[in-house]
């Protein structure tokens, strides 16, 4: 966990999650994806230890949701697919 991690916490969830929210989720576990450093991984996005806050925000609202490991890996794979 990074230190700006420890100071602000997680991100809270909404009370309800709607659609829209889901739509969020898969962006930011999109957005916010591990990349390998020579000190581990780190997001992509803003070089955070991974997962980052708005990584976990994203898993915990699809848990939330319900959705399962491969329903969540069929999103994000819809979502990151060229389109043509």
């Known amino acids: ?5 420890r100071i602000l916490g997680d991100i809270p969830l909404p009370p309800y999650v709607t659609a829209e929210d889901v739509a969020f989720a898969i962006r930011a576990i999109t957005v916010h994806a591990p990349e390998q450093w020579p000190e581990g991984p780190r997001c992509r996005n803003d070089r955070a230890p991974h997962p980052c806050r708005l990584h976990r925000w994203g898993r915990r609202v699809l848990d939330q949701r319900g959705l399962t490991d491969r329903q ?11 389109v043509r």
Do not use: F, G, N, R
């Not at 966990?1 to 991690?5: K, L, N, R, V």
């Not at 969540?72 to 060229?82: F, I, K, S, Y």
């Open 1 to 5: 966990m990074d230190s700006i991690d």
């Open 72 to 82: 969540v890996h069929a999103l994000v794979a819809e979502q990151t697919a060229p």
